[in-house]
């Protein structure tokens, strides 16, 4: 059974600094890319970031790009997403989701398999 969980969410500080894993299983982790997205209370969830199956390639969505690190463990079957300089724009909900490439728009129906989400919340 293929499942991807994500954790690692919570509150913090407009600056401030969180780190995202998605923890996979039932499936060879290392054939897949693997991307993140965001959904906002009242907006349509978006592509945040992805990485390639051997983690030489990354995409970013421009409004975090510089800020936002994503790579992956393919001994652990984790990708992470580091993520600093948080703003209130980041919160919502956070998935990943994994695909067969990594493309530079990361689009929704690439790809499937979506974890539960974990909360992200920047707030003073």
């Known amino acids: 059974q293929v499942q991807l969980v994500e954790s690692g969410g919570g509150l913090v500080q407009p600056g401030g600094s969180l780190r995202l894993s998605c923890t996979t299983s039932?499936?060879?982790?290392?054939?897949?890319?693997i991307g993140w997205f965001r959904q906002a209370p009242g907006k349509e969830r978006e592509g945040v970031a992805c990485?390639?199956?051997?983690?030489?390639?990354?995409y970013y969505v421009d409004s975090v790009r510089g800020r936002f690190t994503i790579s992956r463990d393919n001994a652990k079957n984790t990708v992470y997403l580091r993520m600093n300089s948080l703003e209130p724009e980041d919160m919502g909900v956070y998935y990943c989701?994994?695909?067969?490439?990594?493309?530079?728009?990361?689009?929704?129906?690439?790809?499937?398999?979506w974890g539960q989400g974990t909360q992200v919340t920047v707030s003073s």
């Open positions: 990485v390639s199956n051997s983690g030489r390639a990354t």
């Open positions: 039932g499936f060879t982790f290392s054939q897949y890319a």
């Open positions: 989701a994994r695909a067969a490439f990594c493309l530079p728009i990361i689009k929704i129906s690439d790809y499937s398999n």
